[in-house]
């Protein structure tokens, strides 16, 4: 087992802040189809809603941020670290970005965090923590949301619903369906951050799953007896937390999983629905992580958006 979770990453000290290297994450996602039709990820579906083009995943991002929350609470990342982020712009495959952490004296359990594109762009910003106590990016974001009226997209969901619990598995080789067109170890060849730690073994005797998985395994199956969305439609992730609580979650080990509706937004061009997801040891109440995720669906991308919206007035 390798002592140091990524031994290639070189970690920069910026004075009141810690960065990572430089990268180009991929678009494993190009082949991505829900409601029978292409994602966002995909050049000509996301170039007609006005992008350049295929989108790379938000979560991918959460890869470049492990390294800063090793160096800065150790192997306690791990087992209750908590990434949560607004997405603020788009990264195309082909583009660089760097991941930035605030530098925080020893004892505490949260620090600002940010990427940026060679440009200085924005992609996100939000914060990691440790521990049940932090309040996180997405604890402020929620408490200023307003929701959009009247909703078409979401009309029938409401705040509050759930979903029976499921159980999700995520191995070595396993294809995760048309939502997510990979394996894990295919995932493991282009990863920004590569660790022994999740392919090989780890301080907890078995390989770890990345906390950009997490999502990936949290999502595993969740367009089969949803919530009562319209569709089809386009849309893009536009915040998400994920928080370990009795970390970390294993690669090949089954999972029971519960999802409910924690809110209801709305911009411009979208509607979203907040969804957060509790992972529970198998068979029990323990819980092990939670999801927070904002999917915003473009209005635009609904056929019958304009017709079913003035018949609600």
Not at 34 to 47: F, R, W
Not at 244 to 253: E, H
Request: overall charge negative.
């Amino acid at each position: 087992m390798a002592e140091d979770a990524f031994p290639t990453t070189e970690i920069e000290d910026l004075g009141e802040a810690i960065a990572g290297p430089w990268r180009s994450p991929k678009n494993m996602l190009a082949e991505q189809t829900y409601d029978n039709h292409a994602s966002l990820h995909d050049d000509a579906t996301a170039q007609k809603l006005g992008f350049k083009g295929g989108a790379v995943e938000g979560p991918t991002h959460y890869s470049q941020f492990a390294p800063l929350g090793y160096a800065t609470w150790g192997r306690r990342w791990f087992e209750d670290g908590c990434c949560s982020a607004h997405y603020r712009s788009i990264v195309y495959e082909g583009e660089k970005v760097r991941a930035f952490m605030e530098k925080v004296p020893p004892g505490a359990t949260k620090a600002r965090t940010w990427m940026q594109k060679e440009d200085g762009t924005e992609v996100q910003a939000g914060t990691a923590s440790v521990g049940p106590d932090a309040v996180t990016a997405l604890d402020e974001r929620l408490e200023t949301l307003t929701p959009p009226e009247p909703c078409v997209i979401l009309r029938d969901v409401k705040v509050g619903m759930k979903l029976p619990r499921h159980e999700v598995v995520m191995a070595p080789d396993q294809h995760m369906g048309a939502l997510y067109p990979f394996s894990l170890n295919e995932k493991l060849e282009k990863i920004t951050e590569p660790s022994d730690w999740y392919a090989k073994a780890s301080p907890w005797g078995r390989p770890i799953i990345p906390m950009e998985m997490i999502s990936v395994l949290l999502q595993y199956l969740s367009r089969t007896g949803g919530f009562p969305t319209k569709g089809p439609v386009v849309g893009l992730f536009a915040d998400q937390e994920i928080r370990l609580v009795a970390g970390p979650l294993f690669v090949g080990q089954t999972y029971e999983i519960e999802r409910e509706v924690a809110a209801l937004s709305g911009s411009r061009r979208t509607e979203s629905l907040w969804v957060r997801t509790k992972v529970f040891e198998k068979g029990t109440d323990r819980l092990l992580a939670t999801m927070l995720l904002n999917s915003a669906s473009f209005r635009e991308s609904y056929p019958r958006y304009a017709e079913e919206a003035a018949a609600l007035g």
